[in-house]
């Protein structure tokens, strides 16, 4: 098989769901009950998943060569065009398959979830929209086609996370998550200008051909992002960083992180697939996709967002007691360390850690979904308790995902859940990040890499926090736990293939991480800053493979595995009784306003609902006031003359048409008024004013004879000037 | 050659329809069919020009010299040297399509309408009649005349059939509009009495006499050195832009001269309503490019700024009013400024790019707004108001209209595969490239040299905000209209139900959204070769540049 | 050419003239009386008439220089002059119908009482 | 030289004027004798054929003149003693002048009520005869009497016209008002020509030109224009000698309103033009001479810009539609003088052409005989609407055409397109006749006149908008008492329709029309006077025209 019909295959892949979306959104009205839709839908997911498991084992299998199929799509003049179409590569294949397989297992998910709903299967047809948009992306060679992906991603997290309109907080949260994303998507647009004008007009990544497309002409010129003396460094830099914009509102980065909490209001598939999976995860890939043209200086920017974003976020998740808010903020922290991972260099592990992280926290979404359908949902975890006996298979997936998540591995071994493998490489990048800062002397820089290493210890005390919160302990709801029920088949089995692949898929011996990284030279090597990228990053790996040098020694908890231990037993001795020591805990004076505060997100909600959206509304109105009194209001102003003028002359005349500006009909009309007067009717005063304006007319001319031109030669030049005089 | 003969028939056969409809006695059926009728022969006959056109044309790739086909000239009033010219190319092609599909399904918008259907649909056709002069018409008094003719039909379409303020809409348009084209008139007069005193080799135009003929005039050498930068009518050239400019920004309309189109589109009936947002307002956008930018290059870019300033300004307070409107036909108004804007400023960069851009969003935006004032027609039609604040639910209540209607509104919010995005994402990313040539630009082009990129850069961002303040007012007004727990008031059924009539229109019109977001390329594929041609002067700023050095 | 007359130029009939010029105007402007106002018209025809007369006699009279003997003097002043005479003789006349009608409808020929047409 | 008897040859010139004395004749005499006596009683008819074939015999004549169906060429100089200059230009206007007063005689005897029509029928139709043949000699006078006689033939019937509602008050007011003030103006007129005789010596045009010509202007001149200003100024209603205008049109009978709002101020602005370029003919291109031809052409332009603008603000209080279209006509009297002062169109012609005194074409000329042409089709259109709606509503009041767009569709319309053309719409003759005075100010500098007729084109739309307004959008108002339904007679469809088709050939396909005026627009400026000014100082003009041979050579006695 050619990559050609690799090619091909991931293109039916991408779709299929639309196709699907059609038919369902189409005639899915025409049939009684929405079971018969929701499994064609879960049937067209499953074809396209097939296709690019397909595609993915042939690529691999042959080690085959990346290969691009431009499209031309939109013209931009003299014949050039702004492409879209496939791109194939270890990364696309890769992703492509994980999408596809996740979303197939969510659609069965939701068969089950959204049983009995009236819209079910409208929500079907969304989710097969959404897997299209996610596809576009993940499949995409052209910023101009991520650029649409992302908006259509948008739209259908808008759509899901909206679903149940009728509700205030689903408009709220939906509306909220669009515009928050189209500021971000702002970036993404003015990022893209820069690049349009400065590298390359079609907006491709990589070309078939050396010379074309960004990178390649960026080789070409020999433009290399980490040469700081270079003139295009600046447009480079605020390239990346408007780029960059895109992935901070799209992985809700902070300061643009509050919509991913509320996105919550969604039903739970959603979750498991939208915003923690897959959505969320496209800012990683954007950003690893344009890593070849950020600067240090993106870099750093990049870097210092996500640390923010991982820090912040672990901490507020420590103190959430909506279940589904914990997992969001864990998404958000995680995302967080993927973002470092690009920001520091090691953006290989940041897909690799994308991979890993969307398996694991797709199933916890999952559990938490089935444990709220279960109590019949109620989603804060004090209601909760004890689950475990009522629901096992829900508690094994979730336990196994926290132990994912949790970076959790057999001691001085290899042996690990999949997580461990792509957040030590972060961490080793991180690492190696800081030590270059330390090396220019700068040593602040290690803050880059005692973030993430704290927070790797903090990530598994929250997920333990949930885990005991909802399964263990004693049951704090008698009556939500006696309606507790394991949940149907086309909800579990979902979370246990997750759980499973949340196991095995870090394995080396699977070589995805291995594999990702081999697409490192493809991605770079276009141009002289790949190279330097590439050592840099090799070096994170050889960090991470070897484990042999000095730093492995101060961080030996984590890198040894033992990171995971510590914070999971001292959540579980906490939180065993339920809230009961930490309530006691937090009654003490100042840590009682700082739980406060951590509760409450840090109050970035009101914060941007205050300033931003209010300042917004504000100034709206100020304009329409402003268009309604000034601008209409200078069209209107010859209306307001008239009538005074038409005060001053008296007479009014109100049968013409009403309403302002007939301006200068009115004040026209008004003017009328003194023609009214003048033309008295009365005789005399006609010929008065004929001969006074007579007599006027001879004295203008007469009297500059009078005045001293005797000869009447002359007479015509003063005749005229005073006329011309008069009439200038 | 029938082509020849089709497009001067598109012309007047609606003119004749409109003599036509006036004939069947008190039978509204007969004079609907013979509308409609009409309507659907104009858009058989342009299909039938679009093809012969594709066909002959082909597509990408740029003509060299004048690509005009089909063109007639007669000589009509010897004594200015005015001529009767029509002729087809890739600037108006596309428009011409667009308004013959609006004209089908307006035309079946305005079925149920009771009051003197027969003067209603009379004056409509004489209106096509005046779209299609506009768009056709390559002679400049010919043009200015049709400009005219398409004015009065309008004023009594919404003076007659319009809401409560009707009267003062109507004046007040019509004032507006009358103002723009006496401007033109000013023009007019400058033409017939410079031109012939261009003397020089290339003065091929029309040997001493005035000339109106604006293929010629854009690719005369003699007009474009003797107008051009150091030309001896340079000044006059620069007067003449910016008036031709005032006349056109007020039709498109540009802020300040927009405060007709809010009062027009919310007294005007919902047919109006769409032909004047999906249409008229392009007259303006056309206007600029066959006039403006192709006759008076050095002009253009001697005013790339302050035209440029005048999209940015729209876009930006065009969605902040629109935000601000509690009125939904008026926020939709208001959302016109905005999109138009994106025009005006894809055209002042004078990029490739841009212009495509600008070309672009004026199709789109053709189908989107008047697929929007339709869906407002529809509810407003049943529930008598436009308060925003008062619907809510909709989208349980009339599940089908609002999926119709999430495809108008979010093409009009400019999303991806809608027929919104292409024209917004090409004007901006236009935008962003007007730096290659301003750079390089010689030094009387304002802001030419190495500090334009940042000024470039800026107004493109402030551009690219106005992106985020559409979302803004799109999405509340969705939730506001549509979201929410279903409200008895608006459920409606049987014979107040929507009605499959209405479904064809939103249908047909969504289609459309559809499929040119996802093919752009049936609009650039008509334009592309016109594109390099239209604008000799332009097309390629490089040459143009290198001309105007060797001009000085 | 008596004496008495050589010492009387044209400036004496310029000035008389418009002195019957300016009665004449003051009598329209001042008069209610319509057969009044017609009386000032007839002064201002006549102050006209006057500067023709005068213009024929002392500046443009008499035969061209260099014109044979059958030349006979030009006589334009005094035939505008008999002109002016006639047609205003026909002017009063029709004013005359016209003032009569008028008293007929409004039992007066004051003018003032005609401002029924206004505005 | 000397005294010299016109050749008989020159009488043929004037055969037009004589064709409508001798149809005036008859119609004044045949009712007095006994056999024809009872059949004018009956009815009208008779009288009014006549008069038509009258004016459609003059028209005819004067056409044939001018295309030489009888084979003599036009005069090459002003015949009669140089009393009247019959030119291509004159001879156009003439054509256009009868055969509109035939259409406002037709409209009389078929819309106007019968009343006026049987009772007073031989007189009217006489006294528009009369009216028309003066100002047939308005547009052909080329001497001071001339112009002076010619404007007293067109008014005395005028006065007596507007009068012709005898038995009501306000026709016997309208009646008094215009014959006072044309009595006024017209001695003020005379007074002015005296002084221009005592500086020139001369009442010939011509001469009187190449005579400010060499001397410039002196107090004389200046008085002698003025008063000359007043006068036609009085004809052409402009500010401020407009006062009448508006009282008249709105008492008159509605066909004479008609009449006198085209034909009186056609022939006026015939004449004005003539003046004008007479006097920029015979002006030397020097600086000096442009400074006077600006100047003067400033004073007539504030003239006409003023009444224009006082037409078109004056018109919106009007609620009758007569007394609106008499301010619509003071408007377009002011558009028509605007251009009128441009004595600099012809400025130099002498001096500079060899062809001197041939006939010359003059583009301004052809811009006013097109307007005219226009106007009078527009005008005569719009009356003919309000007569007939007069006739079968008996009102003249806007608001009794309120609802007219339902009631009476067509008729609508119809009012809409002659008003739209009086606006000055493109695609109507009214918007190529503005366009065409626009070229004219344009090219002789005057960009301040165009802006004023841009201006005044913003301010007319509301004047002519407003009958529509009333006709479409208003409803009629309970107050007031149904007006009879509005029934039109076919003739009166027929006069209609022949205006439309006027206005819209000549806008849309307007160049058999300006092809027409544009060749017939040349005027004559040779005169050969009875009595050449006997002081030493050799006239231009007077050389100019003194063939080798002496007039006494060929026409001896």
């Given at each position: ?37 929701a499994?064609?839908?879960?049937l ?108 259509l ?49 079609d907006l491709?990544?990589r ?21 700081l ?35 919550m ?23 690893a ?5 950020l ?41 967080g ?187 770079l090597?276009h ?68 739980h ?49 003028i038409?005060f ?53 001319v ?27 | 050659?029938?082509?020849?003969l ?16 006036l ?55 010897d ?14 092609l ?94 007019m ?16 135009v029309?040997?001493?006499?005035a ?81 403006n ?20 300004v ?44 600008a ?47 999430a ?52 107004i ?33 059924s ?26 752009p ?21 490089v ?10 | 050419?008596?004496?008495a ?10 000035v ?104 | ?24 004749c ?36 004067s ?46 005897g ?55 509602h ?18 006024v ?15 020139c ?31 036609v ?51 030397p ?249 006997n ?16 007039p ?6």
């Open positions: 098989m050619t990559v050609e019909t690799v090619s091909n295959l991931l293109v039916a892949a991408w779709l299929l769901p639309v196709a699907g979306f059609t038919l369902v959104i189409l005639f899915g009205r025409l049939f009684r009950d929405h079971e018969k839709p499994w064609f839908t879960v067209v997911m499953g074809t396209s998943f097939v296709l690019s498991a397909i595609a993915l084992w042939q690529y691999m299998a042959n080690g085959m060569e990346p290969y691009c199929d431009p499209w031309p799509w939109l013209a931009i003049g003299e014949g050039k065009f702004l492409e879209v179409g496939p791109y194939v590569d270890e990364v696309s294949v890769l992703l492509m398959a994980m999408v596809t397989l996740i979303s197939t297992l969510v659609h069965i998910y939701s068969v089950g979830y959204m049983h009995g709903d009236p819209r079910k299967s409208r929500f079907m047809a969304y989710m097969q929209l959404f897997t299209f948009s996610m596809l576009t992306i993940v499949i995409a060679n052209s910023l101009i086609q991520l650029f649409v992906g992302w908006e991603v948008g739209l259908t997290s808008y759509l899901l996370i909206g679903f149940w309109y009728e509700k205030r907080g689903p408009q709220l949260a939906s509306k909220k998550a669009f515009v928050m994303n189209r500021i971000g998507d702002t970036g993404f647009l003015i990022g893209m200008g820069i690049v349009f004008f400065k590298f390359g007009g491709v990544l070309s078939a051909e050396p010379g074309l497309g960004i990178f390649g002409t960026m080789a070409a010129n020999g433009m290399n992002p980490l040469d003396s270079s003139a295009d460094q600046w447009w480079l830099t605020i390239a990346g960083i408007g780029l960059f914009c895109g992935a901070m509102g799209k992985s809700a980065q902070f300061p643009l992180h509050t919509w991913l909490p509320d996105a209001e969604g039903p739970t598939p959603v979750s498991s697939i939208v915003h923690s999976a897959t959505m969320v995860a496209a800012g990683v890939y954007l950003s996709r344009i890593f070849p043209i600067t240090p200086g993106a870099h750093l920017f990049i870097s210092t967002i996500g640390l923010i974003t991982l820090v912040l976020a672990a901490v507020i998740a420590c103190a959430q007691t909506d279940i589904k808010r914990v997992l969001a903020y864990s998404t958000l922290s995680q995302l360390y993927m973002i470092l991972a690009v920001g520091v260099g090691a953006y290989t592990f940041a897909l690799f850690h994308l991979i890993t992280h969307a398996f694991f926290k797709c199933c916890l979404f999952q559990c938490s979904g089935s444990v709220i359908h279960a109590c019949h949902h109620e989603q804060e975890m004090p209601k909760y308790g004890g689950l475990m006996r009522k629901m096992p298979l829900t508690a094994i997936a979730f336990a196994i995902s926290t132990l994912a998540i949790a970076g959790a591995a057999i001691p001085y071994t290899e042996y690990a859940l999949s997580g461990f493998y792509s957040k030590d490489g972060i961490i080793a990048g991180a690492i190696n990040y800081g030590e270059a800062f330390g090396r220019n002397g700068m040593s602040w820089g290690s803050l880059f890499y005692w973030g993430p290493v704290i927070i790797a210890y903090v990530t598994p005390f929250y997920m333990m926090r949930a885990f005991v919160l909802t399964f263990l302990g004693k049951p704090r709801d008698k009556h939500i736990h006696d309606h507790a029920h394991e949940a149907p088949w086309t909800m579990w089995a979902p979370q246990l293939v997750l759980a499973l692949f949340a196991i095995i898929i870090g394995w080396p011996m699977f070589r995805v991480g291995a594999s990702i990284h081999a697409t490192a030279p493809t991605m090597t141009d002289a800053a790949g190279q330097e990228h590439l050592t840099m990053m090799s070096q994170g790996f050889d960090a991470h493979t070897e484990m042999a040098h000095g730093f492995h020694l101060t961080h030996g908890f984590l890198l040894h595995g033992f990171a995971w231990i510590i914070p999971m037993v001292l959540a579980a001795v906490i939180y065993w009784n339920g809230f009961a020591i930490t309530s006691r805990i937090f009654g003490l004076p100042v840590l009682k306003q700082l406060w505060l951590v509760y409450n997100k840090f109050g970035f909600d009101g914060l941007y609902d205050t300033i931003f959206v209010a300042l917004c509304k504000i100034v709206a109105k100020l304009a329409a006031w402003f268009d309604r009194m000034v601008v209409d209001g200078l069209v209107n102003l010859c209306g307001w003359l008239g009538k005074n038409g001053a002359v008296g007479g009014f005349d109100d049968q013409v048409v009403d309403g302002a500006v007939r301006g200068t009909g009115r004040s026209a009309v008004k003017l009328g008024g003194v023609f009214h007067f003048v033309q008295g009717g009365n005789l005399r005063v006609y010929v008065l004013i004929l001969l006074a304006v007579g007599l006027a007319g001879l004295a203008v007469v009297i500059p004879l009078a005045l001293g031109w005797a000869e009447p030669a002359a007479a015509s030049t003063a005749a005229t000037a005073t006329i011309s005089a008069l009439t200038q | 050659m029938p082509i020849d089709f497009v001067d028939l598109l012309i007047f056969v609606p003119a004749i329809g409109a003599v036509a409809v004939l069947p006695r008190n039978n509204p059926a007969a004079v609907k069919m013979i509308a409609l009728g009409t309507a659907i022969v104009c858009l058989l006959l342009n299909i039938a020009i679009a093809f012969d056109y594709y066909g002959t044309t082909g597509s990408y790739g740029i003509g060299s010299g004048s690509v005009i086909k089909y063109m007639t000239d007669l000589v009509w009033i004594s200015v040297n005015i001529h009767y010219i029509t002729g087809v190319d890739g600037l108006n596309p428009l011409l399509l667009l308004t013959s599909i609006l004209n089908v399904i307006i035309i079946a918008a305005s079925w149920n309408i009771e009051k003197q259907i027969k003067g209603f649909l009379c004056l409509y056709l004489l209106l096509m009649f005046g779209m299609y002069g506009v768009f056709l018409s390559l002679d400049f008094f010919l043009f200015y005349v049709f400009f005219e003719v398409s004015l009065l039909p309008m004023y009594f379409l919404i003076g007659i059939w319009g809401g409560p303020r009707k009267e003062y809409a109507a004046i007040k348009f019509f004032l507006y509009t009358l103002v723009g084209s006496i401007c033109l008139l000013i023009v007069l400058g033409f017939y009495f410079l031109i012939p005193k261009i003397s020089g080799a290339e003065q091929a029309a040997n001493g006499k000339s109106f003929n604006m293929i010629a005039l854009a690719e005369d050498g003699g007009f474009q050195r003797a107008f051009g930068q150091g030309g001896v009518y340079w000044t006059h050239a620069k007067w003449f832009f910016m008036l031709l400019f005032v006349s056109f920004a007020i039709k498109v309309p540009a802020v300040p001269f927009h405060t007709w189109l809010p009062d027009a589109h919310v007294e005007a009936p919902t047919p109006i309503s769409m032909i004047l947002a999906g249409v008229l307002l392009k007259m303006g956008g056309y206007a600029l490019m066959r006039i930018y192709a006759i008076f290059p050095d002009a253009a870019m001697w005013a790339w700024f302050i035209v440029a300033m005048f999209g940015l729209a876009i930006i307070y065009g969605a902040f009013c629109a935000m601000a409107q509690t009125d939904w036909k008026k926020l939709v108004a208001y959302s016109s400024v905005s999109h138009m804007g994106y025009v005006i400023l894809g055209l002042a960069v004078l990029t490739t790019a841009g212009r495509n851009g070309y672009f969003q004026m199709i789109g935006h053709g189908i989107s707004s008047a697929m929007m004032f339709y869906l407002v027609g529809v509810v407003y039609e049943r529930a008598h108001h436009r308060e925003l604040g008062r619907f809510g639910g909709l989208w349980n209540t009339m599940p089908a209209y609002t999926g119709l209607a495809v108008g509104f979010f093409a009009g919010l400019g999303l991806p595969l809608l027929c919104g995005f292409p024209g917004e994402a090409l004007s901006l990313l236009g935008t962003f490239k007007a730096s290659d040539w301003l750079t390089t630009a010689p030094e009387w082009v304002p802001f030419a040299g190495a500090g334009a990129e940042a000024l470039v850069i800026t493109g961002i402030i551009a690219a905000t106005g992106v985020v303040l559409t979302a803004g007012y799109v999405l509340w007004m969705f939730q506001r209209v549509y979201m929410g727990p279903a409200k008895p008031e608006y459920s409606y049987g014979r107040e139900s929507v009605q499959p009539r209405e479904y064809f229109v939103m249908a047909v019109l969504a289609v459309f959204a559809i499929l040119l977001g996802v093919f390329s049936i609009v650039f594929s008509l334009t592309d070769a016109t594109f390099g041609a239209a604008y000799a002067g332009l097309g390629d700023l040459s143009n540049l290198a001309s105007l050095v060797g001009a000085n | 050419m008596t004496t007359l050589t010492s009387i130029g044209l400036s004496h009939f310029l008389l003239s418009a002195i019957v010029f300016g009665c004449g105007l003051a009598t329209v402007l001042t008069k209610r009386n319509a057969i009044g106002i017609l009386i000032g018209v007839e002064l201002i025809l006549n102050a006209a008439n006057l500067n023709l007369v005068a213009f024929n006699r002392f500046s443009w009279g008499g035969v061209p220089v260099g014109a044979g003997t059958d030349a006979v003097p030009a006589v334009d002043g005094l035939m505008f002059a008999l002109f002016i005479i006639v047609l205003a003789a026909a002017e009063a006349a029709i004013a005359l119908a016209i003032i009569l009608n008028f008293y007929n409808n409004f039992a007066s020929i004051d003018v003032e009482r005609g401002s029924t047409l206004r505005g | 030289m000397g005294l010299s008897y016109p050749p008989a040859s020159e009488y043929w010139a004037v055969l037009p004027e004589m064709i409508l004395a001798a149809a005036m008859i119609i004044l005499l045949v009712p007095v004798l006994p056999p024809f006596r009872s059949a004018c009683r009956r009815s009208h008819k008779p009288m009014l054929i006549i008069g038509i074939l009258g004016l459609l015999g003059a028209a005819l004549a056409a044939g003149m001018l295309n030489q169906w009888f084979g003599t060429e036009l005069p090459d100089h002003a015949v009669l003693g140089s009393m009247l200059t019959v030119d291509r230009y004159s001879m156009a206007f003439k054509i256009v002048l009868y055969l509109f007063s035939m259409f406002v005689l037709w409209m009389w078929s819309i106007t009520s019968r009343q006026t029509r049987t009772v007073d029928g031989p007189d009217y139709v006489s006294l528009i005869l009369g009216a028309v043949l003066g100002m047939s000699l308005m547009a052909s006078a080329s001497n001071f009497l001339m112009i002076f006689l010619a404007i007293e033939t067109a008014s005395f019937p005028s006065f007596a016209l507007a009068g012709f005898k038995t009501t008050r306000r026709g016997s007011e309208a009646g008094m008002k215009y014959v006072l003030f044309g009595a103006s017209s001695a003020v007129m005379l007074y002015g020509l005296s002084m221009l005789y005592g500086v010596g001369t009442l010939d045009i011509p001469t009187v030109a190449s005579v400010v010509a060499e001397q410039g202007l002196s107090v004389g001149v200046i008085v002698g224009f003025v008063g000359l200003l007043i006068g100024g009085f004809k052409l209603s402009a500010v401020p000698m407009h006062f009448w205008c508006p009282d008249v049109f709105e008492a008159a009978p509605i066909e004479v309103t008609t009449f006198l709002s085209v034909a009186s101020k056609g022939a006026a602005i015939i004449l004005l033009g003539r003046l004008i370029l007479t006097l920029g003919f015979y002006l291109d020097t600086a000096e001479a442009h400074r006077m031809a600006n100047g003067i052409a400033t004073c007539v332009g504030i003239v006409g810009l003023v009444t224009a603008t006082w037409g078109n603000l004056g018109a919106y209080y009007q609620e009758n539609i007569k007394r609106l279209l008499a301010y619509s006509s003071i408007a377009h009297a002011g558009y028509m003088i605007m251009a009128a002062g441009l004595v600099s169109s012809s400025l130099g012609g002498a001096a500079s052409s060899d062809v001197a005194g041939i006939a010359v074409q003059e583009p301004l000329a052809y811009a006013l005989l097109f307007y005219v042409i226009v106007y009078s089709f527009m005008n005569f259109g719009a009356f003919t609407i309000a007569a007939s709606v007069a006739r079968s509503t008996g009102s003249e009041n806007l608001r009794d055409y309120a609802g007219l767009g339902s009631r009476q569709p067509v008729l609508a319309i119809l009012l809409g397109c002659f008003l739209m053309c009086l606006f000055g719409m493109p695609g109507t003759g009214g918007f190529l006749g503005k366009v065409y005075l626009g070229f004219e100010m344009w090219s002789a500098g005057m960009w301040w006149l165009v802006a004023g007729l841009v201006i005044n084109t913003v301010f007319s739309l509301y004047l002519y908008m407003k009958p529509i307004i009333f006709m479409v959008f208003t409803k009629p108002d309970a107050d007031r008492p149904a007006v009879a339904p509005v029934t039109v007679v076919p003739a009166a469809w027929l006069l209609m329709f022949v205006a439309l088709i006027g206005i819209l050939a000549t806008g849309i396909f307007p160049d058999q029309v300006t092809g027409w005026a544009r060749s017939n627009a040349a005027l004559n400026y040779r005169s050969r006077p009875l009595f050449t000014p002081d030493n100082r050799t006239i231009a003009a007077t050389m100019m025209t003194a063939d080798d041979e002496t006494a050579d060929d026409h001896g006695h």
